[in-house]
């Protein structure tokens, strides 16, 4: 069984950068697909990014070309570098691994405001 906990969530203004991080214990994130969501108050979770079996990294439209998704197979972490950060991007963030059945960590909260 995996567990996640992600950290680096907070307090940024538009504009910011923020550099999420998941790490994983008793198993590999190598292994299966992984990836990041986020709910914001009132909405239902979706998908901000992940890394397919192939280690490509896929992007929601609203993301692309400011999140970076990327994986530390040594250190068993996965990464999300959010850049120009928007106020659209405040919710909480949450790691996870697996397709059919995932395994999710508790998020972190990323609050873009002036």
């Known amino acids: 069984q995996v567990q996640l906990v992600e950290s680096g969530g907070g307090l940024v203004q538009p504009g910011g950068s923020l550099r999420l991080s998941c790490t994983a214990s008793g198993r590999s994130l190598s292994s299966a697909p992984v990836g990041w969501s986020r709910q914001a108050p009132g909405n239902e979770r979706e998908s901000v990014a992940r890394i397919n079996l192939y280690g490509i990294g896929i992007y929601a439209d609203s993301v692309k070309g400011r999140f970076t998704i990327s994986r530390d197979d040594v250190k068993n972490v996965m990464y999300l570098q959010m850049n120009r950060l928007k106020p659209e991007d405040t919710g909480v963030y949450y790691c996870?691994?697996?397709?059919?059945?995932?395994?999710w960590g508790q998020g972190t909260q990323v609050t873009v405001s002036a």
């Open positions: 996870y691994r697996g397709d059919i059945a995932r395994s």
